[in-house]
């Protein structure tokens, strides 16, 4: 199969909201709404060809972009492995400009005002909506801004997401808005393919450095780090380096 890996990168502003653009006219699925990138030329690594991208598409110059998710769409036109990076307030300097006819627009994540979106993009919108920072425990549920991922028996609202372990089938009477499942090795990961994101326990040192492995192959879900603060402090800016989307910092008392 031949397949065009493509780098897309979701920018920020200073007020958190993030950049997207429309396809112009004369390409597949023109006017429909995207994250700014295309395609990874022969020689280049995917990064390098997000900074060309920006630097072309918009006249913005990345400072730093952090690899996030990972995804393999197949469209009527081709077979895409898409690379998406997140380029935070801060790492980037310019002011963005369409450059190729597009349209641009400031967006909140989750609360989207343009359409139609590249249908390849869905869950990664709705990823975008999950925080940075969560903390709590397995057994009383995580709490971030604007989201809680909670077991079964917690489960109370229609915008809660539902924490489970691997292989523990979903409870046919809820409709969380996400469903997270608890992993800590390759072989739960290998379970849990109908999750919407993951929760790496990371319990020691192993544990922690197989969830870096997993992230440097990349994933295609948002993975957060459920660890103590001792194991967050020192691991967490080398997973956030290597696609890590959230640190869940478990709460000391309770060791579960
Ligand atoms: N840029 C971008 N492309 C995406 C996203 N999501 C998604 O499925 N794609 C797909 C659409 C296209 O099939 C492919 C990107 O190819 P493209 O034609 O835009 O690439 P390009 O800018 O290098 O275009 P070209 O002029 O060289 O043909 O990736 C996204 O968020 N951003």
Redesign the pocket.
Known sequence: MNI?H?A?GVLYNAAGEVLLSS?PAG???AGYW??????VEAGETPEQALRR?FAE?LGVHIVRARAWLQKI?A?E??T?H?H?FRVFSGDWHGEPTAKEGQDLAWQRAGAYSVSPM????AA?LEALAVPEIFSGCLKHGLHGENYRIVPPNLFSRADDALLLDADTPVPCKLTPRALWRVVANRAELAQAHDADALLWRADGEAGALSLLAVLKDGVSVPVAAYANKALCDRFGGAWQEAGLHALAVQTERQNV
């Open positions: 065009t493509v897309a396809r390409k597949a699925y995207e994250f700014a990138g295309g395609k991208e598409e769409h469209y036109h081709a895409v898409l998406f590249l249908p390849a993009n990664l």
